[in-house]
């Protein structure tokens, strides 16, 4: 079993529709969860951080974390067509733990639709 | 442009030689790391530095694979005797640590092996 398991999709949905992405993880260590979004043929961009659990809201993006199921999400209000890419879920422990170095889920390709 | 830049962006080679990347990350980044994508998988991790010190390998890379960063600069990743396997994306990111975790990364160096 991987740390980090995300469904690769794809997940298509219509322009303007709510999109939730999800997460499981395995490490209770893991304190740093992250979205990374990449669109074809580019590297990882960082689009939303969250330490710890709880919401973070950033625009059209929400990210929450329940450490307690071991489950983070992703949601995308009004979704556009921009927003087709391959969203990708990392996370970390505290580096006064020791490591930081993020391990990532396997990404959920998003398709938007016109 | 200051982002992290990495050469090539695309190497073909035949098997059993060997290959060079390079990258350069974001110039007040003291932390480096390499990973690697294959298709529809998310980054997998390789190697970090911190300044000029390569502080962790993943117990996944072969001995074929040496990482340098002379001077806490550039880095560069040579692959020995390639192997079909190897074929991938090269994904180099810096950080500078302020928010662990939080990666930059570079558009990838993409490795066919024949």
Redesign the interface.
């Known amino acids: 079993q991987k740390e980090v398991e995300q469904d690769p999709g794809p997940l298509s949905v219509p322009e303007g529709a709510i999109v939730s992405l999800n997460c499981t993880y395995s490490n209770s260590a893991f304190q740093y969860f992250m979205w990374y979004r990449q669109y074809s043929r580019k590297g990882p961009e960082l689009l939303m951080y969250t330490y710890s659990s709880g919401n973070k809201e950033d625009g059209r993006f929400t990210a929450q974390v329940d450490k307690s199921s071991k489950y983070i999400s992703l949601f995308i209000r009004d979704s556009q067509p921009s927003d087709s890419a391959t969203y990708l879920c990392a996370m970390s422990v505290d580096s006064s733990g020791g490591s930081y170095i993020p391990t990532f889920g396997r990404g959920t390709s998003l398709i938007v639709h016109p | 442009d200051t982002g ?1 830049s990495q050469d090539p962006r695309h190497k073909i080679t035949k098997r059993g030689q060997n290959v060079t990347f390079r990258c350069d990350p974001i110039s007040e980044h003291n932390r480096l ?1 390499w ?1 690697r994508q294959t298709l ?6 390789l190697t ?1 530095f911190q300044n000029e010190a390569q502080l ?1 390998k993943s117990r996944l890379l072969s001995d074929r694979f040496s990482a340098e960063r002379p001077k806490g600069s550039f880095s560069t990743l040579e692959i020995q005797r390639t192997e079909q396997g190897d074929s991938a994306m090269y ?1 180099c ?1 810096s950080s500078f ?1 302020r ?10 160096s993409r490795l066919t092996v024949l």
Not at chain 2, 40 to 45: L, R
Not at chain 2, 99 to 108: I, K, S, V, Y
């Open positions: 992290v790391y990973y529809g998988q998310g980054p997998e991790f970090y962790e994904l990111a640590g928010l662990d975790g939080e990666l930059f990364f570079g558009e990838g």
